[in-house]
């Protein structure tokens, strides 16, 4: 049999990827000595607004299955299992017990570990990233912080847990609001010598240099031009898709998928949507809570719950009452 993908290759589960709507996805405290400051993680970029789906001849969706070619059969979810790829090829198998057991300890603590100047954080190493809202009703600390890093152009570096797994931070404060950037570990970054890119040349053409400097000049400008920040394949693909539906050529019918949530349209007070939203929430019914991780570890593996060595407790309470346990 096929082994399933390796950690963190294909394994949607330990990605760090937040709902597309305006509620934060996660609430912690930044600290740093004797300083706590709440904030909440929200998503600081929109999922493609214009995507395709894979649809048979007669129109059905489609939805991806792990085939096992030496068995010549499709597995399901509750047959799967990791393996973690090592520098010669093997493959390990790693058992949800292990991984679990691995975990760092839960926290809900923005540790920020180091202050250093924000122009010595390689771009190359940022890899996503996030808005840091004011939590809860005192915004003084939060306004404080966001105006001295600025002011003072420091980057904070900080870990923090989510979902299982430890993130590396840089903390960066633009316009008075704080916003979160993971970073890639040093591992993951190519050097320039790794791809092959030459030297810099010790004397460069006096020539060569001017007309460089004179193409630069007549390319500059004051802003970023907002025409080079639309995508324009999207457009002219939702365009092509909105004149074929208005013909009626090549609609089919599928059923809707639930969305996680739905972007706030721009210009409106992100903060007043989500005290907006909350209010309107209505508490649950209350439900038998199981009394330890174990215990819905066992119900998550009896459902066939992904990815479940990887959640809190919490999470794991919301999944096995998705899955109807």
Do not use: N
Not at 101 to 107: D, I, K, M, Q, T
Not at 128 to 135: A, E, I, N, V
Not at 246 to 263: F, Q, S, T
Request: glycine letters at 8%; hydrophobic letters at 40%.
């Amino acid at each position: 049999m096929a082994p399933a993908p390796a950690v963190g290759e294909d394994d949607d589960d330990d990605a760090l990827e937040p709902p597309a709507g305006a509620r934060p996805f996660w609430s912690g405290t930044i600290s740093f000595g004797l300083v706590s400051i709440p904030v909440d993680l929200l998503a600081a970029s929109r999922p493609a607004r214009v995507a395709l789906r894979m649809l048979a001849p007669d129109g059905a969706p489609l939805r991806r299955e792990y085939y096992c070619p030496e068995h010549g059969r499709a597995l399901e979810d509750e047959e799967l299992v990791r393996g973690r790829t090592l520098p010669g090829g093997e493959v390990v198998v790693v058992t949800d017990e292990e991984l679990e057991a691995l975990a760092p300890e839960r926290s809900r603590d923005i540790d920020l570990r180091r202050f250093v100047p924000r122009a010595e954080l390689d771009p190359l190493l940022f890899d996503r990233g996030y808005l840091l809202g004011p939590s809860g009703e005192s915004t003084k600390a939060y306004r404080l912080l966001a105006a001295t890093m600025e002011r003072t152009g420091q980057a904070g570096l900080a870990t923090f847990v989510m979902r299982g797994k430890e993130y590396l931070v840089a903390i960066l404060a633009d316009g008075g609001r704080l916003r979160a950037e993971t970073l890639r570990f040093a591992d993951e970054v190519r050097a320039p010598e790794d791809v092959g890119l030459p030297a810099p040349p010790e004397r460069v053409d006096p020539a060569v240099r001017d007309g460089l400097a004179a193409a630069l000049d007549a390319l500059e400008g004051d802003e970023v031009p907002l025409d080079l920040l639309r995508d324009p394949h999207a457009g002219r693909l939702l365009a092509l898709a909105e004149a074929k539906r208005a013909k009626g050529e090549g609609v089919v019918e599928v059923e809707a998928e639930e969305a996680p949530g739905v972007p706030a349209p721009e210009g409106v007070d992100l903060m007043a949507k989500i005290s907006a939203s909350l209010a309107q929430e209505r508490p649950r019914p209350a439900t038998r809570r199981a009394k330890t991780k174990r215990e819905l570890l066992e119900r998550a593996r009896a459902l066939g719950v992904r990815g479940r060595s990887a959640m809190t407790k919490d999470e794991l309470e919301r999944a096995v009452e998705r899955a109807g346990g």
